[in-house]
């Protein structure tokens, strides 16, 4: 087999790791009449702790570090890789993980929060490969192209999603610091010269301690550093806590605590600690003797607390403190679980967006809709969100059947802008400075701190952002539409960055092309404006943001962000294809291993793949994949005519009966296709079984829900079980069967 017959297909977690058995062993007997093979690459939770522990393993446990396969074969011309949403793993994730994996036989050590001697510092070293969004970086090895296929804008318009009302006495706002965050501290220069850098602490006695040893920074690069003040940052909390509960409205956080996988668990503790702060103060010797510390939110510690003569008093008073007020937003209303329990709940561009769709409103503890003060503590994206706010409160909601579209190029290339993501994140051990220092020992920039305080350091390398600027001129050309960078002049960072916009733009031909540069907020109100006229956008961001406009609009225009269209141009000539967005699939495996019955949309998935067949075909001169890929398209057009997505009940159709009709539609197109008589035959046969047994696999597949499903593990699932699972239908499964 020709490693460039090969697509890569991750497998992922959760709901998108539920879909995966269903629909490839289809995807893989379609595939394979033309010459194309499927090489699975587990890069999971689970898979990617096994890969970092291959020692403490037998022989037969191990597993290959995939996810280092991928980031190497991503940067070169032959790479096809189809990408499915991720967990980007908090803390408590990280260890629900390690003990399933520990109780299926696993040797995988614990993870030490507050390492105690050297072995657990290298522990907890390698763990933080693991943690946040560790797989996104080492993979995109170009920029995004990321936009909604004219099938799904099409079907929204003609089948709009509810949208909630909004007022304009709406006390919906956003809340952010007024000074002590990283956009006021940030500082930002460009190199001049390559060099060797390193980050060290020197307290107020002027000792010094390394914090990142020596690593490459090059020529051209943007380098940035900024820290969050605590003190400010708790001050700031206290003082939005008393607004809520004096506006008598719910209180909401709004983080991103898988990506910033360091300093924002650090802003969700903080917001914790201060809300709770007398329980905190009052129980503090318990709390360390137990490892509890705020970053890890109420549910962790509430399980730590289980059987402790303490526990009944401490779940009083923490209860008594909800109840004083103000109250708190809910994630789940029936379970009791609040924006405050899970740090990996609070994610800012999933719950955001779901907020400014539901006019404003989040749900109180007795599942009511309400309005909220959203806090976003740092100013850099928090007048993202608010110029929306503002936006609905004047001009109402908007409506899908009419708006535009805005699609989005994101620079991301190389771990560009990947902030807090990476190892240049810490908290300050003392009072003092934190230096970033160039090999001859010259200061680069610095930072003063108290202890506690949260520094970060950013780069962003020169060629993928002459690269972005291409893919955004590329991009309005061919789809004649008018592009806005979303970058903000106050900001010390997209200074820099809107200075090579302008100096590489130069380097294209531009002309008769709308290309704008615009702040943050001004750039919200266009687009928005746009949008509501009928009219289409493309909107460039950097990485952070990117994930907000590719969460926001979409949601907006289609009722979600799993449908759009996602490619990675990689910047070695091959292609990355990712899926869409993961953040309901959690809920979504619960209610499968509950019930039997999977609400996920694979429709991502069938996006990647016909994108993927197409880069595939003229990559390696296949006509046939190409057909594959424009049969593929005409089968998606129909699966949404006929709405053969995932219904929302018990009982209907689910994921894997979405599977079928693509497949039964697939089939129909390709042997209705005149391009390959050969190809058309083999199908004519697997479409008429596919149409004479419909009833039959319908029967078989909404006949196996309504059972609790054991699949061996939540993180760790056992292959065949799952297979069981997902794979109801006898009569479906002999079909495929006869492609291979």
């Known amino acids: 087999m020709s490693q460039k017959s090969t697509i890569h297909y991750t497998m992922t977690d959760e709901a998108p790791m539920l879909a995966t058995h269903s629909l490839l062993p289809m995807l893989e007997a379609f595939l394979k009449t033309a010459d194309v093979y499927i090489s699975q690459a587990d890069i999971s939770l689970a898979g990617r702790i096994l890969a970092n522990f291959p020692e403490k393993l037998s022989e037969h446990q191990r597993v290959p570090d ?26 408590p994730q990280l260890e629900e993980a390690i003990k399933e994996l520990q109780n299926q036989g696993f040797d995988v050590p614990n993870y030490p929060v507050e ?94 301690k390394v914090l990142k040893d020596f690593a490459p920074l090059l020529k051209g690069e943007v380098i940035d550093s900024s820290v969050m003040h605590l003190q400010d940052l708790k001050d700031f909390v206290a003082k939005t806590i008393e607004e809520a509960k004096n506006d008598d409205i719910l209180l909401s956080a709004h983080l ?72 708190v937003a809910m994630v789940n209303s029936d379970k009791g679980i609040t924006n405050f329990h899970v740090p ?45 706010i503002d936006d609905m409160k004047e001009n109402g909601a908007l409506n899908p059947s009419t708006s535009g579209t805005v699609s989005n190029v994101g620079l991301m290339a190389k771990k560009a802008e990947e902030y807090g993501s990476h190892d240049k994140t810490f908290q300050a051990p003392g009072n003092g400075v934190i230096k970033i220092l160039e090999e001859n020992g010259d200061v680069l920039m610095q930072q003063f701190v108290q202890e506690k305080d949260i520094f970060r350091m950013c780069q962003t390398k020169d060629e ?7 893919l955004a001129v590329t991009r309005a050309k061919l789809s004649d539409t008018p592009v806005i960078f979303w970058l903000d002049e106050n900001r010390a960072h997209d200074r820099k960055i809107r200075n090579k916009v302008q100096t590489y733009l130069k380097d294209f031909d531009t002309k008769g092309l709308d290309i704008r540069i615009m702040n943050v907020d001004d750039a919200m109100q266009e687009t928005l404006k746009r949008m509501r006229a009928g009219e289409d956008t493309i909107s460039a961001s950097g990485n952070v943001l990117r994930d907000y406009i590719t969460d926001l609009f979409p949601i907006l ?21 990712e899926t869409g967005a993961g953040g309901s699939a ?6 499968f291993l509950g019930e039997g019955y999977l609400r996920w949309d694979s429709l991502g998935e069938f996006l990647a793949l016909a994108a993927s067949l197409e880069h595939l075909s003229r990559s390696n001169d296949n006509p ?117």
Do not use: C
Request: net charge negative; no cysteine.
């Open 464 to 470: 993928p952002i002459k690269d972005w600027v291409k």
């Open 256 to 327: 991103k605590a898988t990506m910033m996988k360091v300093s924002d668990p650090l802003i969700f503790g903080a917001i914790v600690e201060t809300y709770f702060k007398k329980i905190y103060e009052k129980n503090q010797a318990l709390f360390d003797e137990l490892d509890i510390m705020p970053n890890a939110g109420l549910q962790t510690l509430t399980e730590k607390l289980e059987g402790r003569t303490e526990e009944q008093e401490i779940l009083a008073q923490i209860q008594e403190r909800l109840a004083e007020g103000p109250r």
């Open 115 to 208: 390492p105690k001697n050297e072995e657990e510092k290298e522990i907890k070293k390698r763990y933080a490969a693991v943690l946040g969004s560790a797989v996104n970086p080492v993979l995109r090895e170009g920029n995004s192209d990321r936009r909604a296929p004219k099938a799904v804008k099409k079907y929204a318009q003609i089948h709009p999603h509810r949208m909630g009302e909004w007022s304009k006495d709406s006390k919906t706002r956003v809340a952010h610091m007024e000074k002590g965050d990283f956009y006021e501290t940030e500082k930002s220069t460009v190199l001049e010269n390559d060099t060797q850098y390193r980050i060290v602490f020197e307290n107020e006695k002027g000792e010094e």
């Open 66 to 91: 995939a996810l280092k396969e991928l980031g190497e074969l991503a940067k070169k011309p032959e790479a096809n890789i189809i990408k499915l949403p991720n967990i980007s793993a908090s803390v």
């Open 586 to 591: 959690p809920k979504h495996i619960e209610q």
């Open 344 to 388: 990996s709940d609070v994610i800012i561009d999933a719950s955001m967006a779901a907020m400014i769709r539901n006019g404003g409103k989040m749900w109180n503890k007795d599942g009511e809709a309400e309005d909220t003060i959203a806090i976003i503590p740092d100013r850099s994206y928090a007048v993202f969100y608010q110029a929306a």
């Open 624 to 740: 046939r994949a190409m057909i594959l890929a424009e049969t593929l398209d005409q089968a998606v057009e129909e699966y949404l005519q006929n709405d053969k997505s995932p219904a929302r009940e018990l009982g209907e159709i689910d994921n894997r009966g979405s599977h079928f009709y693509l497949m039964k539609y697939w089939a129909k197109a390709l042997a209705n296709q005149t391009q390959d008589e050969n190809l058309a035959l083999l199908f004519k046969t697997i479409s008429r079984r596919l149409d004479e047994s419909e009833a039959e696999i319908n029967q078989e597949l909404i006949g196996a829900q309504g059972k609790a499903q054991d699949i061996g593990g939540y993180y760790h699932p056992d292959t065949d079980k799952t297979n069981a699972s997902m794979r109801p239908s006898e009569t479906l499964n002999s079909i495929i069967e006869e492609l291979k």
């Open 557 to 577: 225009e289609l009722g979600t962000s799993a449908k759009m269209l996602s490619i990675v141009p990689l910047m070695n000539g091959g292609g990355l294809f």
